[in-house]
């Protein structure tokens, strides 16, 4: 079981709310990432990492943003929540090597904003 | 350039039958192959890898990959279902030669349903 944990699990939010999801990995991991999941569909990057003070955005353009202060912290925050904001997001880690170089995931925060 | 295309969104086999999940991969490099399993709520587990090695990869839960060169896939197979194996899979390329899962490419998923 991979050590990458993801805060909360679940969350219903009012539109305009500030809201911050968690993602703390003990593996000591440089990289981490962030994305984004609709139902049914393939993940899209949305932010990475590869290492503290070290951010870019990724594929799939997003109003969030993250921070990286901490290797084992990349918290990702939406300033003002949107109904079109309603996803799930899948935190991943990974190590940093050449072969064989997967990623780890955490078990996903599914946010929904009313 | 690279892309991933799982060609069934949803397979449905009875327990104890074959598991076939089809993918076929494109890439202007040699391609790392993975395949990941999604459960209900949960977080994205790897089954397998392919980073050049054996063609034949084994991965968890009596999954297997072949990876076919000239026919450019990578589909997953497994002898006899299991009712714990319904989920959603997930095909994922990656160059070989890039260090970062920041180049990893999804496909758009496979939910396997196993019937009792």
């Known amino acids: 079981e991979a050590d990458i944990y993801q805060t909360p699990r679940y969350l219903v939010i009012g539109t305009g709310k500030k809201i911050t999801l968690e993602c703390s990995q003990t593996m000591g991991h440089d990289k981490m990432y962030w994305y984004q999941q609709d139902p049914g569909m393939e993940l899209h990057l949305i932010h990475y990492?590869?290492?503290?003070?070290?951010?870019e955005k990724g594929d799939l353009s997003s109003e969030s943003t993250v921070s990286r202060i901490r290797t084992e912290h990349f918290p990702l925050t939406l300033e003002s929540a949107r109904p079109s904001h309603t996803s799930q997001y899948l935190c991943?880690?990974?190590?940093?090597?050449?072969?064989?170089?997967?990623?780890?995931f955490g078990q996903g925060t599914r946010l929904t904003v009313v | 350039a690279q892309s991933v295309t799982q060609l069934d969104s949803h397979v449905s086999v009875s327990e104890g039958t074959p598991v076939l999940l089809r993918c076929n991969y494109s890439s202007s490099y040699s391609p790392s192959l993975f395949w990941y399993v999604q459960h209900p709520n949960k977080g994205l587990q790897l089954l397998l890898k392919y980073t050049s090695a054996a063609t034949l990869v084994k991965g968890i839960n009596g999954f297997e990959a072949e990876f076919k060169k000239s026919e450019t896939s990578f589909h997953l197979t497994k002898p006899s279902a299991h009712m714990s194996d319904a989920a959603e899979y997930f095909c994922v390329v990656r160059p070989i030669s890039s260090g970062s899962a920041r180049q990893l490419t999804f496909g758009s998923g496979t939910q396997l349903t196993v019937l009792p």
């Open positions: 991943a880690s990974s190590e940093t090597g050449i072969l064989g170089t997967e990623a780890f």
């Open positions: 990492s590869y290492g503290v003070n070290s951010t």
